[in-house]
């Protein structure tokens, strides 16, 4: 049985454990429409030996008015007993998109319960550009049977953060690029006006990232978060356009040792579409 001790595996580990009965290694591949990019399509082409395709796009609640909403426990369940998974197994998760989208499912799993997940770090690209083996088809799997999981936790609602705005608890960090963050023209990505929610901090997602892609040190990454104004031993909201660069800074965080941190899951795309709620722009 393997050991999944940490929450980021390295290419060498997965490449050692591929074979293990419990471990089940999911492509969590999401990509920005300007990008133009199938993931289905490229996993089908080549992907790690033995992976399963998550379809990250489609794990959002329709239901809820929070656009692309985190999968509600059903879905989430459901998604993965389609895939013959076990929510006992251990999970390994890997993206190839430039977006990181891996996070995003990783803390998907997290909130719903699911304590043995782990991303591999440098994700898809660090293993082919070791030249480890790639697989392509569907990727078989036998469905296997849904099991409940626990209500989601550590997400923040638009109430939650208008709140937050009044009483300062915590700290709200945005991981979209400066240009976005304290500019004031057309958000290149979701539209609308750029800007940030007041008194929020920046971290763009890729200063946590070395520059090939994989995560950098703990003590590296603590001092990403303190060079940003982060206070380390306060609470944390991450944010972004979508929910999904967020969840970058979120597994950053966890790497470099907080717990606790929450997401604002609607993120500037539903708070600038509303026009009752305070927004800053320009220069901090």
Known sequence: MSDLTHSLVSTEW???HLKDDDLVVLDASRHLPAAERNPRAEFEAAHIPGSRFLDLASLTDSASEVPAALPNPAQLSEKLASLGAALDSL????????????????????????????ILDGGLAKWRSEGRA???????TTKASSSPLPDTIGVMSKA?????????????????GADRVFGSGIDPVHGGQNGRIPGSLNLPFGKVLAQDGTFKSPADLR??????????N???????????TASVL?????????????LYDGSWQEWEADPATPKAQGPA
Do not use: M
């Not at 998109?97 to 699911?114: C, E, L, Y």
């Not at 790639?134 to 078989?140: P, V």
């Not at 953060?161 to 991981?175: E, F, P, W, Y």
């Open 14 to 16: 997965l490449a050692e």
């Open 134 to 140: 790639l697989e392509s088809g569907h990727g078989s």
């Open 91 to 118: 999970f390994v998760l890997y993206d190839d998109s430039a977006v990181k989208t891996a996070a995003r499912a990783w803390f998907a799993f997290k909130a719903h319960g699911i304590a043995n997940v782990a």
């Open 250 to 262: 979120l597994f950053a965080l966890h790497l470099a040792g907080h717990r606790g941190a929450r």
């Open 160 to 176: 939650d953060i208008l709140a937050n705005i009044d009483s300062c608890v915590a700290q709200v960090i945005d991981a979209r």
């Open 234 to 244: 306060a609470p944390i909201i991450a944010t972004c356009g979508s929910g999904v």
């Open 223 to 232: 001092a990403a978060f303190e060079g940003a104004g982060v206070d380390l």
